[in-house]
């Protein structure tokens, strides 16, 4: 997946973004970043930024490139920020909390707060592999630890199941119903954006999004979104 920024010093992995905003999506690679942006006129815009050959650009045919394209990235890339999300929220006494808020109001290190930073004691080894290595070799201490790797991969056939369980009950509801969740669930558009491709008001979405809920909690006893 990509390494787009949302937050200055912060990795995609653990921070979402607000897809209706996004009009680029930037590949990072090895070698520099490639930004792709569609134009009015229907081609693509493309720009390669690397320390060696410095910024180019150039203009070519999109090819199927389109805005909503790149949009369904950077919502794909939400999906994966919101399973490192929730592998990540281990459970925190209030002390621990406190210690945290302390040392990064550290006057002596202001960066810390700014960047997000984690003591090292309280680490949250419980994050998915991807969202804390960078070393894309795969070598990082992170990748390397054992325990890591056999809680992820245990923890993969229960969410697979789970989620199987909640769309094939999701497909004996109404078709608004299954629609509303295809979109503003899965695809993570805007109420709005969902209102408009099924051809309803906000209000009307916002009714079937509701319903889609209490059926949800009521089938599966337990809170779903």
């Known amino acids: 997946m990509t390494v787009n920024q949302s937050k200055p010093g ?11 905003g996004q009009t680029s999506y930037t590949y990072h690679t090895a070698s520099g970043d490639i930004t792709l942006t569609p134009m009015a006129d229907g ?3 493309v720009t390669s930024t690397c320390e060696e050959a410095g910024v180019t650009s150039w203009v070519i045919d999109a090819d199927g490139v389109t805005l909503d394209l790149l949009q ?12 490192n999300l929730r592998h990540a929220r281990a459970y925190m006494t209030e002390r621990e909390r406190q210690d945290i808020e302390a ?8 960066e810390r707060r700014r960047l997000y930073l984690f003591p ?3 680490h949250r080894w419980n994050l998915s592999l991807d969202a804390m290595s960078r070393d894309v070799t795969g070598t990082s201490p992170e990748d390397r630890d054992p325990a890591m790797l056999r809680a992820w991969e245990n923890a993969q056939p229960e969410e697979d199941e789970a989620r199987e369980c909640l769309r094939a009950y999701v497909s004996t509801l109404p078709e608004r119903q299954q629609q509303i969740y295809q979109l503003h669930i899965v695809e993570e558009r805007t109420l709005q954006e969902a209102a408009e491709i099924m051809g309803i008001s906000h209000q009307r979405a916002s009714a079937v999004m509701k319903q889609l809920k ?6 599966f006893q337990k809170r779903v979104f």
């Open 10 to 20: 912060i990795q995609l992995p653990l921070h979402k973004i607000t897809v209706s």
């Open 43 to 45: 081609r693509l815009y």
């Open 72 to 83: 369904d990235l950077h919502r794909a890339d939400n999906r994966e920020v919101e399973n």
């Open 103 to 110: 040392w990064r109001d550290d006057p002596e290190h202001p």
């Open 120 to 122: 090292e004691n309280y």
């Open 214 to 219: 209490r059926n949800l909690e009521s089938h």
